[in-house]
C-alpha cells in the first residue's frame, strides 16, 4: 500500500479559487478578532503610560462581542479551507536542494499558521463554555499565541499573494489554477454552493451563540443561553458560594474601608445608603464573550475617595471578601476612579443587589471589562 499523494484528490471543490474565497473571510475574521483582542489586553493590564478610556461606555462590550463574533464566524470557515488545501500536505518535495529548502520553510510557516489558528480558536471557544481543560493560564497563552497566527498569516499571504490575486480576479469556475489531476466532472456540489454553504455555516454559528452579547439574537441562540439567565435579569459569573463569601457579605460586622495615606473610613451598607445615590445604566461584558445590560444605583466612587481627601487621579486597589481566586483583588485606574459613571453599587435593576451580583456592594464602571467590575468589595485603598 502506497501513501495518497496530491494527484490522488480530483475534486473540483479543491482549489486555489475555493481556497482564497474563504481564505479572504478567514482573513478578516482573524484580523477583526486580533485587534479586538489586542485592546482587551490592553483594558486588562495596567498601563500608566496609556490609560484606558472611560468613554464609550459600551465600547468595550461592542469590540468583546466582536471579538467572539469573529472568531465563532472563523470556525467553519477555517475548517471547509483546511479541507480544501488538504491535499497539499501530501505534495511530494521537490528533489533540487535549493527548492527543498524553500519548500521546507513554506512548510513550516503553514504548520505554525495551522497550528496556532487552531489553538485560538479552540482555547477562545472552550473558555467562552467556560470550560478550562487545560492547566496553562488561559489570558496570556491566547495572547501569546494571538501574534504568532497573526505572523505566521501575514507571512501566508504574502507568499500566496500571486495565487491569491488570480484566483479573485477571476471567475470562481475558472479551472486555470487547479492541480493538474482536477476532474472536469460536476459533482453533486458547486464551487459557489461549497461557498454558499460556508457562508450558511459561519452564519450559523454565530447565530447559536451571539445571543450571549446581542440581545435580539437570544431567542435563536441556542448556545448561548447565559445572557438574561441569573438573578434580576444579568448572568452570574461566580456565585457567592463558588467564591466563599456568603457569610461573611451577610454578616453584620461588615464594613467598607477606604483608606488613602494612613487615614481609613469605615462604612456600613446602612452608611453607604445615607450617601448620595447615582443611578447609572452600565453594561457588565465578560472576557468569556457574554454581556449584558443593567441599571445599578450606589455611591460614587470618586465621592467614596472625597471622604479620605484621596487626590484626583489616584489609583486605586479594591479588594473583595472573596479570600481566594484571580479576581479578588483588581486595579482601577485613576481615570476610572474619578469619572462619574463609577460606583460602587448598592442596587441592581431596581432591587437590592442580590448575593451572585455582589451584595453588599460591588463596583461598576464605564468600559471595563466585566473581570474586573468586583463583587462583594471590601475595602478601596489609594495606591498612588
Ligand atoms: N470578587 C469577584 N468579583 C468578580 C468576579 C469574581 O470571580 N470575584 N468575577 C468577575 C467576572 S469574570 C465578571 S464577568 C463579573 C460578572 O458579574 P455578575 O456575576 O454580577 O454578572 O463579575 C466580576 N467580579
Ligand atoms: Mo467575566
Known amino acids: 500500500m502506497r501513501l495518497p499523494a496530491e494527484e490522488d484528490f480530483t475534486s473540483r471543490l479543491r482549489s486555489p479559487a475555493v481556497a482564497a474565497r474563504i481564505g479572504l473571510w478567514l482573513g478578516v475574521c482573524f484580523t477583526l478578532a486580533f485587534l479586538t483582542g489586542v485592546i482587551s489586553h490592553v483594558a486588562q493590564a495596567h498601563h500608566p503610560w496609556f490609560p484606558f478610556p472611560t468613554s464609550p461606555a459600551w465600547g468595550y462590550r461592542v469590540t468583546q462581542g466582536v471579538h467572539v463574533i469573529s472568531g465563532t464566524a472563523a470556525i467553519p470557515l477555517l475548517l471547509v479551507k483546511l479541507w480544501t488545501v488538504f491535499p497539499k500536505l501530501l505534495t511530494r518535495p521537490p528533489k533540487q536542494r ?24 479552540a482555547s477562545g471557544l472552550a473558555n467562552a463554555a467556560q470550560w478550562y481543560p487545560w492547566s496553562f493560564h488561559f489570558r496570556d497563552t491566547h495572547y501569546a499565541m494571538a501574534w504568532v497566527a497573526i505572523g505566521a498569516l501575514v507571512v501566508h499571504i ?16 475558472d479551472g486555470s489554477q487547479d492541480r493538474a489531476t482536477t476532474s472536469h466532472d460536476d459533482g453533486v456540489l458547486s464551487r459557489r454552493g461549497l461557498l454558499r454553504t460556508t457562508w450558511a455555516a459561519s452564519g450559523v454559528a454565530v447565530l447559536a451563540t451571539a445571543g450571549s452579547t446581542v440581545p435580539i439574537l437570544r431567542q435563536v441562540s441556542v448556545f448561548g443561553v ?14 457567592a458560594r463558588a467564591a466563599d463569601v456568603k457569610l461573611v457579605a451577610f454578616s453584620d460586622a461588615y464594613r467598607l474601608t477606604v483608606g488613602y495615606a494612613g487615614s481609613e473610613v469605615e462604612l456600613s451598607r446602612a452608611d453607604l445608603e445615607a450617601m448620595v445615590q447615582r443611578t447609572e445604566d452600565l453594561p457588565i461584558a465578560c472576557v468569556e464573550g457574554w454581556s449584558a445590560n443593567a441599571t445599578w444605583t450606589g455611591v460614587r466612587v470618586r465621592d467614596l475617595l472625597d471622604l479620605v481627601l484621596a487626590p484626583a487621579a489616584s489609583d486605586i486597589r479594591v479588594e473583595s471578601l472573596q479570600q481566594k481566586g484571580g479576581y479578588s483583588v483588581t486595579e482601577l485606574q485613576g481615570n476610572f476612579a474619578d469619572d462619574s459613571r463609577t460606583l460602587l453599587a448598592l442596587q441592581l ?4 443587589l442580590a448575593i451572585d451580583h455582589g451584595f453588599p456592594c460591588r463596583l461598576i464602571a ?4 466585566g473581570v474586573l467590575q468586583t463583587k462583594w468589595v471590601s475595602r478601596l485603598d489609594v495606591i498612588a
Open 349 to 352: 435593576n431596581g432591587e437590592t
Open 158 to 173: 504574502a507568499v500566496k499573494l500571486p495565487v491569491i490575486r488570480a484566483a479573485l480576479t477571476a471567475d470562481v469556475e
Open 98 to 121: 535549493r527548492e527543498l529548502a524553500l519548500h521546507g520553510l513554506e512548510r513550516i510557516s503553514i504548520l505554525v499558521l495551522v497550528a496556532a489558528g487552531i489553538f485560538q480558536l
Open 226 to 239: 447565559r445572557s438574561g439567565d441569573g438573578p434580576q435579569d444579568l448572568p452570574v459569573n461566580r456565585s
Open 366 to 369: 464605564p468600559n471595563r471589562p
